[in-house]
């Protein structure tokens, strides 16, 4: 996770201090997507004999809309999904209840490592979550029903805090741009180069390329930085 003030936007901080091992300090910019039902523990408390919940982000698609590789070989996935079931405290809409959990945990640790920099009470804020960029509405809503849940949206008085769903296509080109942002230069590469990853940037033809080997949008950034989409 990471933020940054509106009249400094390329002064990016990453949250830090997560919670580890019954102590504050894992500095790293990620955390690990999981979750302990027996002892409600996440992220880093986990120890390494737990047997946690992961992948359950992917739960909010329908079995349907798995990649087929992903449907017929993934014991990650089915492992989740087994649990998630199995679990006596989610019901109907359990992977939704379960990422607004999840959500929540990260959401308060950091406005209370961002409240350390700056009084948020005096501050409108708004959020980005990426999503995959091939995942359809439904499962878009779901994600922006579990932010809900999680109190990310909870009413201020400051004002109404704003929720924006991005592309992981997409904030991969821009955060791309941003660490290149002092060389004009971005190396060219070849299609077949191109295809040969799942998450590509490439300069074609003075545009920056973003594109996913799965169906998908693919998005170029010319150099006046107006996107379009193909």
Known sequence: MSWAHSSTPNDIHHVAHWPYDGKRGKDEVQIPTQVDFATQDWGYLISKDADPI???????????????DMKDTSVPLEDARTKLRAHAGFEE???????????KKLWDHAMEEIAYEMDLDLLPIKVAITVPAIWPLYARQKMETAAKKAGILNPRRIGETTL???????????????????YPEIEVCSFTEVVRSKLMVSRLESALLCATAEAGPLYFYPPSGLKGTY
Request: avoid cysteine; charge should be negative.
């Open 54 to 68: 992961r992948w359950f982000k992917l739960l909010l698609l329908e079995p349907r809309d798995l990649k087929r």
């Open 93 to 103: 809409g359990a992977v939704v209840d379960l990422i607004a959990n999840f959500l």
């Open 164 to 182: 924006i769903l991005v592309e992981e296509p997409e904030a991969a080109a821009v955060s791309t741009l941003f660490d290149r942002k002092e």
